[in-house]
Nanobody
Framework: QAHFVESGGGLVQPGGSLRLSCAAS????????IAWFRQAPGKEREGVIC????????YLTESVQGRFTISRDSAKNMVYLQINSLESDDAGVYSC????????????????WGQGTQITVSS
């Protein structure tokens, strides 16, 4: 069954950096838009950033511009999220998701998901 496996989360201090990885299983990432979503306790799932099938970056929330970078390695069937200058509002479970053709900020428009990886921001 097609799905993702995320890794790279952890505890980080404010201002720190993390690199999340998203490994696709059961399908090829080629032709898909891949997004990262996050969900903090008590909050709705939020679209963060997306890479289109031609590797253009779409920011799904303004607060991450200049701090988050998404990239794709098609040979490894992987997507990465580099997060710099972490803020307390960045904490949550980060999940990657795939849908055909275009990026979308709406989580229910994505076809494949992973279980997520937790980011905790604390000094």
């Amino acid at each position: 069954q097609a799905h993702f496996v995320e890794s790279g989360g952890g505890l980080v201090q404010p201002g720190g950096s993390l690199r999340l990885s998203c490994a696709a299983s059961g399908f090829s990432l080629n032709g898909y838009a891949i997004a990262w979503f996050r969900q903090a306790p008590g909050k709705e799932r939020e679209g963060v950033i997306c890479i289109t099938r031609d590797d253009t970056t779409n920011y799904l929330t303004e607060s991450v511009q200049g701090r988050f970078t998404i990239s794709r390695d098609s040979a490894k069937n992987m997507v990465y999220l580099q997060i710099n200058s972490l803020e307390s509002d960045d904490a949550g479970v980060y999940s990657c998701a795939a849908r055909t053709i275009h990026c979308s900020a709406y989580w229910n428009r994505y076809d494949y998901w992973g279980q997520g990886t937790q980011i905790t921001v604390s000094s």
